[in-house]
């Protein structure tokens, strides 16, 4: 079942699967200009993800979110129950104050998987099923009815994954939020901004409260962070694009493409070309 709404007056999409056997993106490739943002179910047994490349483990019952920018596929879709929509149809940004998963659910570098316990199990499949029942429902409320509907996932997938990655006692919603906002702009600006410095003044912070702010949250400083996100989109370019390594160097804000090379091969073990070389090999298996 892909059942598939399009807003007339945004041209915004909301599409659910459920039962299908493919569900995928590959967003340098044939979807890129398909930005949708994906929340995946597991409705089944223990299968591996494939997310720009990489084998993850999706256990049973548990959420995905995947961001616009990232290649995706599973194991065995036809287990996946997924909600895609495009920012036409809901800017998490720009309704933040909504849903408040921008820097966390969505771009916080690392994959979430948020998994249910049986109360939360039935309370899925209660708004999946209003879903189903909305989405073969036309009428003139049905984008408004859907965008309720989407809200209410989006908030209530966020609240459990506050339980399980950032619980109270550790970091406070205020702490939080500092958190989404430092992972935000690094999303927005990685390519142009590599120092720490430069993200700790555009939130009025010093960059030892910031440092001290990730000591609590996660076991990476926020220079990691920043390294980490240039590496998975300098990973990409080699995987999924023709791009040379010196457009990739520059499109990634650096200006010499051997500090790049070496750069790359400082936390990778293995140049770009060498990677590169690799991504190939892989792909031809």
């Not at 370019?237 to 091969?265: M, N, R, W």
Request: glycine share 4%; aromatic share 12%; with cysteine.
């Amino acid at each position: 079942m892909r059942l598939t709404l399009t807003d007339p007056k945004t041209g915004g999409d909301l599409i659910l699967f459920k039962g299908e056997t493919e569900i995928e993106s590959l967003f340098y490739k044939r979807d890129h200009d398909n930005k949708y943002f994906t929340i995946a179910w597991n409705h089944g047994k223990k299968q591996t993800v494939y997310i720009d490349k990489e084998a993850h483990t999706f256990m049973p019952h548990t959420i995905l979110p995947i961001m616009f920018n990232q290649t995706f596929q599973f194991e065995r879709a036809k287990d996946v129950v997924a909600w895609q929509f495009n920012r036409e149809f809901y800017c998490i940004i720009d309704h933040d104050a909504e849903v408040s998963c921008v820097g966390f659910l969505f771009g916080l570098g690392d994959n979430l998987f948020i998994t249910l316990n049986k109360q939360e199990q039935e309370k899925f499949e209660l708004l999946l099923n209003v879903f189903v029942e909305e989405m073969n429902t036309s009428d003139h409320i049905q984008s408004e009815m859907l965008l309720v509907l989407l809200k209410r996932l989006i908030i209530l997938i966020t609240k459990l994954a506050k339980s399980n990655y950032a619980p109270e006692e550790k970091i406070t919603d205020e702490r939080l939020n500092l958190v989404r906002k430092f992972n935000l702009l690094v999303e927005a600006n990685f390519r142009s901004q590599h120092a720490l410095g430069y993200y700790a003044e555009r939130l009025n912070k010093s960059p030892k409260t910031i440092s001290n702010l990730f000591a609590l949250y996660n076991d990476k400083t926020p220079l990691q962070i920043i390294q980490e996100r240039i590496l998975i989109e300098a990973k990409r370019l080699l995987y999924y694009t023709d791009k040379s390594v010196k457009q990739i160097t520059f499109e990634l804000g650096f200006e010499d493409s051997a500090y790049f090379s070496a750069y790359f091969k400082r936390h990778t073990l293995q140049s770009p070309l060498e990677f590169r070389s690799g991504a190939k090999i892989a792909r031809t298996k």
